[in-house]
């Protein structure tokens, strides 16, 4: 089993900056990839960020340019680093890991950009 545990959330203001980490816990091979999706309430989860153990990253046109996904190999997490924020970033945040071809979730971390 698989657990995910992301931190960094918070209230911040528009134009700020916000970085968002995601730990995996548990028993496993490979550790193949990671995304970052959003969820506001009353509309479907959307992908944010993604990026390939190796491989490349991927952005929602929202935010290409303001967002940037890294990982830590040697700990097993990811980050993303909000910059540039908007009010329309507000959303509960959820980090996907990809772990032996399976899909896990976190726990999801809130954050509100005020205007």
């Known amino acids: 089993q698989v657990h995910l545990v992301e931190s960094g959330g918070g209230l911040v203001q528009a134009g700020g900056s916000l970085r968002l980490s995601c730990v995996a816990s548990g028993t496993f091979s490979e550790l193949n990839g990671w995304a970052w999706h959003r969820q506001v309430p009353g509309k479907l989860r959307e992908m944010v960020a993604g990026i390939v153990i190796g491989g490349p990253t991927k952005y929602a046109d929202s935010v290409k340019g303001r967002f940037t996904i890294s990982t830590e190999g040697a700990t097993n997490s990811v980050n993303l680093h909000m910059n540039s924020l908007k009010p329309d970033d507000t959303a509960v945040y959820f980090c996907?890991?990809?772990?032996?071809?399976?899909?896990?979730w976190g726990q999801g971390t809130q954050v509100t950009v005020s205007s």
């Open positions: 996907n890991a990809i772990v032996d071809s399976k899909g896990y």
